[in-house]
């Protein structure tokens, strides 16, 4: 469990060394994704390793085809240990918006006197909210909204401030039980028994938004390939959390059936849509091959494409209507994934269903900048983070020493 103090081909394995680097597992909903990486210079991280592999996905909390999943997973981590020759011994799993929940909890502690803050304190006042029944959903993440200490201060790093108490309000990630408890299973017959859960949402969140723009509220929608996930993030944790089964696929699908095409020639098609420019009667989609070359109105395909747009925004207000706590109305929606980002307009459409400005944000680093690989780098720089030793101070350093 991280506790936020502060802010596709078969390989065969070569010789491989037991190595410090870290490793992530993320589940998109049409594809599992592992990368091996370490930090680099700049606060870059460095690939070592990447495998993928197609599967079934998943949809309205339940895995679409089970059965596949430890061949899916396996040959993902094998195709990335091939191609770095590292041995995976140590594996942080991120666990999607489908299987896991948000609950802000209002928490305080006692302290014995007025006095700074430590980090033990902290720690205290997150056990103090964890009372959640094992037997259902395991914690995977608590992180700080805000502090509270005493003459009504609201910080967002209590440590080494004077108090007389210590209050806050935090952000408790679950994970579903039956999703830890399966993936664990598949992963301990694999020979990997050391993993860590992690919310794959919030790791993106944490990447895709600096300290500024979660400080005022961020919001995030994640539309992929086959499930949306809407986050409002605040401070270094999530606010409200939901999630729902549509994305890219079912416009892929809307096409296939409404134009009588194979879903590979709908998929194809979607790639080449543009909802930024209106279309006149006789402008046309042409799909096919050279031999096969078929034509198809360019306003009746947009106009299925926004028609499951809008039936996807609709979706997105539900959730946002869940949330307790209120959003500034000048916060742009931001838009990640790889569902529609690729579709040329649909973010303006999207933006039109919503009432409010929607952009597309992207990993922050140089060597990405594709909105489907938030999640898998997002939780890579997260696993990083968690692994690097807590730099101490001079001072810090010095009184260590003396207590040896």
């Known amino acids: 469990m991280s506790k936020q103090l502060y802010a596709d081909s078969d390989c065969d394995v070569k010789e491989s060394k037991v190595s410090h680097e870290t490793a992530i597992l993320d589940f998109g909903s049409s594809k599992i994704t592992i990368l091996i990486g370490e930090r680099g210079v700049n606060d870059t991280i460095n690939v070592k390793g990447f495998g993928a592999s197609k599967y079934a996905g998943f949809g ?80 995977i993440n608590i992180q700080p909204i805000y ?39 598949i992963l301990t017959d694999m020979g990997i028994t050391s993993i860590e859960y992690v919310s794959s949402v919030l790791a993106e969140s944490l990447l895709l938004f600096d300290e500024t723009d979660r400080d005022n509220t961020a919001i995030l929608i994640d539309v992929g390939y086959f499930t949306t996930s ?86 997105i207000e539900k959730c946002l209507a869940l949330c307790k706590y209120e959003t500034p109305d000048y916060v742009p929606y931001s838009l990640t994934g790889g569902g529609i980002s690729y579709i040329r307009g649909a973010k303006d459409v999207l933006a039109q269903k919503l009432g409010r400005n929607v952009e597309i944000v992207v990993p922050k680093l140089p060597q990405v900048n594709k909105p489907d690989m938030s999640s898998s780098w997002g939780l890579l720089d997260m696993a990083i983070k968690n692994e690097a030793p807590v730099k101490m101070s001079f001072f810090e350093r010095l009184a260590a020493f003396f207590r040896k």
């Not at 004077?162 to 999703?179: C, N, Q």
């Not at 034509?295 to 494409?305: H, K, T």
Request: aromatic content about 6%; some cysteine.
């Open 147 to 185: 502090y509270n200490l005493d003459n009504d201060r609201r910080v967002l790093q209590p440590v080494g401030i004077i108090s007389s108490k210590l209050g806050g309000v935090l952000s408790y990630i679950t994970a579903e039980v039956r999703f830890t408890g399966f993936i664990r299973k």
């Open 230 to 315: 809407v986050a409002v993030v605040r401070g270094d944790g999530i606010l409200s959390l939901g999630s729902f089964s549509l994305g890219g696929a079912h416009i892929t699908a809307d096409l296939a059936e409404a134009l009588g095409i194979s879903f590979t020639d709908a998929e194809q098609l979607k790639r080449k849509v543009v909802l930024s420019i209106n279309a006149g009667e006789n402008d046309i989609y042409e799909i096919g091959s050279d031999d096969t070359v078929k034509s198809l109105s360019a306003s009746l395909v947009n106009e299925i494409v926004i028609h499951r747009i809008f039936v996807i925004g609709k979706m």
């Open 60 to 139: 309205n909390g339940e895995w679409v085809n089970p059965e596949e999943l430890g061949a899916a997973i396996s040959k993902a981590i094998t195709t990335a240990e091939s191609n770095s020759g590292i041995k995976i011994t140590h594996l942080y799993v991120g666990v999607p918006g489908e299987f896991s929940a948000v609950e802000c909890r209002e928490v305080n502690i006692a302290l014995p006197k007025r006095r700074k803050i430590t980090d033990n304190d902290v720690l205290e006042l997150m056990d103090a909210g964890d009372d959640f029944d094992q037997n259902v959903a395991e914690v």
